[in-house]
C-alpha cells in the first residue's frame, strides 16, 4: 500500500524553525514531483512549494519564497520542507503530494496521485 506521512509538525515561537519531513512507502517516488500545500482553519489549501523528480527545478508560493525551501532524498524517498522565519500566518496544517512526472499545483486532491494525511504547525506570535 502506498504512503505519505508528514511529521516534524509543532509549536514554536514566531521567527523560529521546523523542518518537516515527507516518508513515502510502497513504491519508489524517485520518478514523482513532490509538492507541499497547507490549510488553514477557515481558509483554502494553497500551493506552497514543489520539487521535479530530477530535482533540477523547484517551485514557491509568493508567500514562503526565501524563508522556506523543498529538497528531496531520493535514497530515503523523503522529501522535506525547511521552513525558516515562520510567521503565525503559517499556522496551517501542512500535506504533501507525489505526483508521476511535472509537478502539479492543484489544490484539489483527487487531482493528485497520492495525498498525506497531513502535521500541524502551529506558529505563535
Known amino acids: 500500500q502506498v504512503q505519505l506521512v508528514e511529521s516534524g509538525g509543532g509549536l514554536v515561537q514566531a521567527g523560529g524553525s521546523l523542518r518537516l519531513s515527507c516518508a513515502a512507502s510502497?513504491?519508489?517516488?524517485?520518478?514523482?514531483?513532490m509538492e507541499w500545500f497547507r490549510q488553514a482553519p477557515g481558509k483554502e489549501r494553497e500551493f506552497v512549494a514543489a520539487?521535479?523528480?530530477?530535482?533540477?527545478?523547484?517551485y514557491y508560493a509568493d508567500s514562503v519564497k526565501g524563508r522556506f525551501t523543498i529538497s528531496r532524498d531520493n535514497a530515503k524517498n523523503t522529501v522535506y520542507l525547511q521552513m525558516n522565519s515562520l510567521k503565525p500566518e503559517d499556522t496551517a496544517v501542512y500535506y504533501c503530494?507525489?505526483?508521476?512526472?511535472?509537478?502539479?499545483?492543484?489544490?484539489?486532491?483527487?487531482?493528485?496521485?497520492?495525498w498525506g494525511q497531513g502535521t500541524q504547525v502551529t506558529v505563535s506570535s
Open positions: 503530494a507525489a505526483d508521476r512526472g511535472g509537478v502539479l499545483m492543484s489544490t484539489s486532491i483527487v487531482n493528485h496521485d497520492y
Open positions: 510502497g513504491r519508489t517516488f524517485s520518478n514523482y514531483s
Open positions: 520539487i521535479k523528480w530530477s530535482r533540477s527545478r523547484t
